[in-house]
């Protein structure tokens, strides 16, 4: 027994030793947002700020940067209620709905998996360019969508297989449609798929760069992932990058933490019914 606990305990300050070094660069990021720039170019640092300000976030939240997280915003929650409400639906059909060509659509959606997004970017910037899409919001949302959609529908498939069909059956029996058993019965005893389809389209078009990239030219339509590379033609002001660093991860972060049991219980779920 007194083997067992120290070779616990060694395996827990191996991980607590991992952890901080991982968490290093972002407590190194989060203090130096609230440093003057006096502080940060100071030799040698304050792990702490000595004087604290709030001057890097008001910079970050004014002017185009603020502009610039008001589109990740938009493209973000447009992108993930588009992937969730599409991929519940196919999900459920693949799941429930026996129709003709079933298994042929479902391996060609499990191909999509494997096709490289670049070879994707010259056709979606000429369509694009043709319909006027480009540098729009909606024009980052269509795209953001498809990329999402094929692991969205998987995710769902799986989470509608996972439930059992005498629930549905009794719902028939007492005249529930089909949209009304997705709606009202299945979709809320998903829920574990749900959320995971939530946080992963979220974490997929928040962070998003190459599509965002490709079809946001012009400045006032770049979400916050393309502004961020703009700081690098400017002067260098490293509190206000740490204070749009922090900016940007600070929802997928706390998404996570909110969503955690859901999202391990969704991985869990497709990896069982898959």
């Known amino acids: 027994m007194k083997k067992l606990r120290l070779s616990k305990l060694w395996i827990e300050l191996t991980l607590l030793i991992l952890s901080l070094a991982f968490l290093a660069p972002l407590i190194y990021i989060l203090t130096n947002s609230f440093k003057p720039p006096a502080e940060i170019w100071k030799v040698p640092q304050n ?3 000595l004087n604290w300000t709030l001057d890097n976030y008001i910079g970050a939240m004014g002017g185009r940067f603020g502009n610039y997280f008001a589109n990740s915003v938009i493209i973000t929650i447009g992108g993930v209620l588009l992937v969730t409400i599409t991929a519940s639906l196919a999900g459920y059909g693949f799941a429930r709905l026996p129709f003709r060509g079933r298994g042929i659509l479902l391996t060609l959606i499990i191909t999509t998996l494997t096709t490289p ?8 910037f000429l369509l ?3 319909t006027g899409l480009l540098n729009t919001n909606l024009g980052l949302i269509l795209p953001n969508v498809a990329v999402a959609l094929p692991f969205a529908i998987l995710v769902m498939r799986a989470a509608f297989m996972g439930i059992p069909k005498e629930i549905e059956e009794s719902a028939t029996m007492d005249g529930a449609g089909v949209f009304r058993q997705w709606w009202q019965i299945m979709l809320p ?3 574990n798929g749900l959320v995971l389809v939530v946080i992963m389209a979220t974490y997929g078009i928040w962070g998003e760069f190459i599509l965002a990239k490709t079809l946001a030219t012009n400045p006032p ?4 992932t393309v502004g961020l590379t703009l700081l690098k033609s400017e002067v260098w002001q490293f509190g206000l990058m740490a204070a749009v660093v922090v900016l940007a991860m600070l929802p997928p972060i706390l998404m996570f933490i ?3 049991k859901y999202v391990v219980a969704g991985v869990t779920q497709g990896a069982l019914k898959g």
């Open 47 to 49: 792990f702490l700020p």
């Open 117 to 124: 997004l670049v070879i994707l970017l010259i056709p979606m």
């Open 128 to 130: 694009e360019n043709s």
């Open 189 to 191: 005893m998903a829920r």
């Open 221 to 224: 339509a770049m979400p916050l």
């Open 258 to 260: 909110i969503f955690q």
